[in-house]
């Protein structure tokens, strides 16, 4: 699944880019590197940071699911315990 960004984010993401190099490295990089360097972080880093963040989501599912159990679990065949008076035998 390939990750793309909308115009908005992909041209915040790439000026961010350019003051990075700017401010951090003491570089210039134009606008057009910057979003191929964007685009190739996106294909070659994306997936790994997408099937992780996949991966948590699946073991915060896979603990609420498991929190249901004992949430809402009932206890079956009760009827009959509970009209049971105290102290008065059992049938």
């Known amino acids: 699944m390939a990750i793309e960004l909308n115009r908005e984010a992909r041209a915040q993401a790439v000026s961010s880019i350019e003051r990075y190099f700017t401010e951090e490295l003491d ?14 972080f996106l294909e070659e880093v994306g997936p790994l940071i997408y099937n992780q963040a996949v991966s948590q989501v699946q073991e915060r599912l896979q603990e609420r699911i498991q929190e249901l159990d004992i949430e809402f679990n009932e206890e079956e065949f009760q009827y009959w315990q509970r009209r049971q008076a105290p102290g008065k035998p059992k049938r």
């Open 27 to 40: 570089q210039r990089i134009g606008n057009i590197a910057a979003s191929a360097l964007l685009s190739f």
